[in-house]
């Protein structure tokens, strides 16, 4: 059996933890990041002061984050996983694919994370019944966390999942563990450390860089595969882990009057996106015909990943 409960305070997608009926601690961040239990902490949790121990998983995470998130790691990144030349694979299919994953690395989850996935969806549904493209938006935002899947790439997990935030001018000061960019060679390099860096001011967030991970990568996926999905879909896809702008309000001075606008549907967003907190079940079998239609909707039956 395992609970998932709320965590206190804390940024961005790390947002619940996970404590099976063995008492060890797991630390999941956003459904995809495992802090394992044994190898980085050897000891359970009787033995040791949880919440301690969470921090530490925590802020190592974005320690190794913070320092690796280069413009050069983020250019590469891009070229690299910008071939699409992975995989070809429907939606519906990786939404399968996805559930596989979490099972692999998170063996006690009760529920396939699939109807995580749609708990996002369908909560989006039930209060804004008009926006389809709102829904498949929900279902396929985490879709980029393939990364994860060891026949996919061998992506660390900072590379993946956490909070995200532009890359090629100055960290701002909102961003969890700031303190840790200091040891990103960016910090004290002049072409990337100041306010607009590489940038001009009201540049549109679409020509900023963010640090690497699944929504940039699924905003590549969803982009390149030509989807037709509004540009607010695309845009909660690619910020929704930009903490920093959708909570703090930073990065205002790259954006457009466009941003403005899709960043109020990001906000709408976000509040169903803690699918960790609404346990309701959703029969998976009875929604699907909705989400193919919509997945038909506004991408091509096979995408290039
Ligand atoms: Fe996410
Ligand atoms: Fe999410």
């Not at 619940?16 to 980085?40: H, R």
């Not at 001009?200 to 679409?206: D, I, M, P, Q, R």
């Amino acid at each position: 059996m395992t609970f998932l409960i709320d965590q206190p305070k804390l940024d961005g997608e790390v947002n619940e933890k996970k404590i099976s009926n063995s008492e060890e601690m797991d630390l999941v961040l956003d459904g995809g990041f495992v802090v394992p239990n044994a190898n980085a902490f050897g000891h359970t949790f009787r033995d040791y002061n949880a919440e301690s121990e969470r921090q530490e998983g925590v802020e190592n995470f974005y320690k190794t984050n913070h320092i690796c998130q280069t413009y050069d790691f983020v250019k590469k990144m891009r070229e690299e996983y910008g071939k699409l030349d992975k995989v070809e694979m429907g939606i519906w299919e990786c939404c399968e694919l996805l559930n596989n994953i979490v099972d692999e690395s998170d063996p006690d989850l009760d529920e396939p994370q699939i109807e995580h996935l749609l708990q996002t969806a369908e909560a989006i549904r039930r209060d804004h019944p008009d926006e389809d493209w709102l829904h498949l938006t929900g279902l396929i935002h985490d879709l980029g966390k393939i990364l994860l899947h060891p026949k996919f790439s061998k992506l660390p997990q900072w590379a993946v999942v956490g909070d995200t935030y532009p890359v090629g001018c100055a960290f701002d000061d909102s961003i969890v563990h700031h303190k840790y960019f200091k040891e990103n060679p960016d910090f004290k390099n002049p072409k990337y450390n100041t306010k607009n860096g590489v940038y001009s001011e009201g540049c549109g967030l679409e020509n900023v860089l963010m640090s690497w991970g699944h929504d940039d990568y699924m905003y590549m996926v969803a982009k390149e595969n030509k989807t037709t999905l509004p540009s607010a879909g695309l845009f909660i896809i690619r910020f929704h882990s930009l903490y920093a702008m959708h909570r703090s309000g930073a990065y205002k001075h790259l954006m457009t009057k466009e941003d403005m606008e899709n960043l109020e549907w990001l906000k709408i967003f976000n509040k169903y996106d803690l699918y960790s907190k609404s346990k309701v079940r959703v029969d998976v079998e009875k929604v699907k015909p909705y989400y193919l239609s919509l997945i038909e909707k506004y991408f091509p039956a096979k995408l290039r990943w």
